[in-house]
T-cell receptor, first 112, second 113 residues
Framework: GEDVEQSLFLSVREGDSSVINCTYT??????LYWYKQEPGAGLQLLTY?????DMKQDQRLTVLLNKKDKHLSLRIADTQTGDSAIYFC????????????FGTGTQLKVEL | NAGVMQNPRHLVRRRGQEARLRCSPM?????VYWYRQLPEEGLKFMVY????????ESGMPKERFSAEFPKEGPSILRIQQVVRGDSAAYFC???????????FGSGTQLSVL
């Protein structure tokens, strides 16, 4: 079955790096995504990675994918207070179109 | 190019009433998805529609819930005879084609009293 797990909370100091982790169970994933949700807002697509890639970097964001361990991580360099939000990982499947399975979300709190 | 527009932003209903949630996809997008987010949970897929067709409704509750995406106008998620357990944030997303990235709306927060 499809199951995506994330730790619930992460607290970091401003300027430090944040690493948000995600594990998934279905090996037929095609794309894996990271979304950001700020209070009262919809989901903002931050970045995504194709399942045959190991790493993707986009400015302050680095996505690492370990397909063998079914582990996905999002690293945010130089974390700012504006990065405080809930971060969701999600996966889509071959033949599933854009039917995404989301994790429960990680609440990132950035402290001064 | 406006994003995915959902309205209302907040909807309050009493038990037994009907809730109608509207979603206008981004311009040029003909694929619409509805997701539900219960308190402190991730989003759960409900239904995937193309114009005038339901493609996948495997996440829809069997009773009281229905969705449509007519040839003209927004997609509608309809919940009949709402119960307190229907209280959640309902998000709509659209994409230009199957397999393309999703763009999400800001959601409709449904509260059932």
């Amino acid at each position: 079955g499809e199951d995506v797990e994330q730790s619930l909370f992460l607290s970091v100091r401003e300027g430090d790096s944040s690493v948000i982790n995600c594990t998934y169970t279905d090996s037929s994933s095609t794309y894996l995504y990271w979304y950001k949700q700020e209070p009262g807002a919809g989901l903002q697509l931050l970045t995504y990675i194709f399942s045959n890639m190991d790493m993707k970097q986009d400015q302050r964001l680095t996505v690492l994918l370990n397909k063998k361990d079914k582990h996905l991580s999002l690293r945010i360099a130089d974390t700012q207070t504006g990065d405080s939000a809930i971060y969701f990982c999600a996966e889509s499947f071959t033949g599933g179109g854009n039917k995404l399975t989301f994790g429960t979300g990680t609440q990132l709190k950035v402290e001064l | 190019n406006a994003g995915v527009m959902q309205n209302p932003r907040h909807l309050v209903r009493r038990r037994g009433q009907e809730a109608r949630l509207r979603c206008s996809p981004m311009k040029g997008h003909s694929h619409v998805y509805w997701y539900r987010q219960l308190p402190e949970e991730g989003l759960k897929f409900m239904v995937y529609l193309q114009k005038e067709n339901i493609i996948d409704e495997s996440g829809m509750p069997k009773e009281r819930f229905s969705a449509e995406f007519p040839k003209e106008g927004p997609s509608i998620l309809r919940i009949q005879q709402v119960v307190r357990g229907d209280s959640a944030a309902y998000f709509c997303a659209s994409s230009p084609d199957r397999g393309e990235k999703l763009f999400f709306g800001s959601g409709t927060q449904l509260s059932v009293l």
